[in-house]
């Protein structure tokens, strides 16, 4: 299997997580999308979104969308529940990363960290507050629970941990919520769990 992917993604972290955490072997394809790599015509065949991660299971088949990916390397692992309804819940979580979790937090994340921030300082807040509200509907769940879904972790606490034990870097502080706090550690302690992410290039940094 092949990750066409950029090592400072989030969105390729879960992924490379998940490969690590199953003991699968893939094949790096890195893609600067900072450089314009991925808005090529020959890239937009594998993905028409010019984004990556983009998953090649297969020489010619792709596949897009980090947790699409999840999903297709869980099926029939231990970290992802043959039960019809914790299945859906596994889900329920991962649409809301991709609403609430990734487009506010990673998006805060990447404007601070790549000089972007000051070109749009109310967009900023607004994408930080929206964040704030996806972690405190976190700490209510989590307060009862050890993981998201059904007392186990499944592919959705992977999903989740990617951008959320980031928030810091994106100045939102996650001190307030300490439920989420020892759910980070949980995750943290699974086996195979890969370490932190490289920094963005330098070529990430708006000029
Ligand atoms: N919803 C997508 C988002 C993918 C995404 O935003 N990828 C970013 C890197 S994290 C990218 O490729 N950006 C390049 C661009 O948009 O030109 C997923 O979960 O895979």
Redo the contacts with the bound molecule.
């Keep these: 299997m092949r990750l066409h992917d950029?090592l400072a993604?989030?969105?390729?972290y879960k992924v490379r997580t998940l490969f690590a955490q199953l003991g699968l072997a893939y094949e790096l394809v890195p893609?600067d999308?900072f450089a314009?790599e991925?808005?090529t015509a020959d890239f937009h065949e594998k993905n028409p979104?010019?984004?990556?991660?983009v998953l090649e299971p297969e020489p010619g088949r792709f596949l897009?969308?980090?947790?699409a990916?999840l999903l297709f390397l869980a099926e029939g692992t231990r970290l992802l529940p043959e039960d019809r309804f914790a299945r859906a819940q596994v889900h329920q979580w991962m649409f809301f990363e991709?609403n609430t979790v990734?487009p506010n937090l990673?998006t805060a994340r990447?404007w601070r960290l790549t000089g972007r921030e000051p070109q749009q300082p109310e967009a900023f807040r607004q994408r930080v507050a929206a964040g704030t509200r996806a972690l405190e509907a976190m700490e209510r769940h989590l307060h009862t629970r050890t993981f998201l879904v059904e007392e186990r972790y499944t592919v959705a606490d992977l999903c989740l941990f990617a951008y959320v034990h980031l928030a810091p870097e994106a100045g939102v502080a996650l001190t307030p919520y300490p439920s989420v706090l020892a759910w980070l550690e949980r995750v943290r302690a699974q086996p195979g769990f890969i370490g932190a992410l490289p920094p963005y290039p330098a070529n990430a940094r708006v000029r």
């Design positions: 950029c993604s989030a969105n390729g893609v999308i314009g991925s808005h979104d010019g984004r990556i991660p897009a969308e980090s947790n990916i991709q990734e990673g990447y």
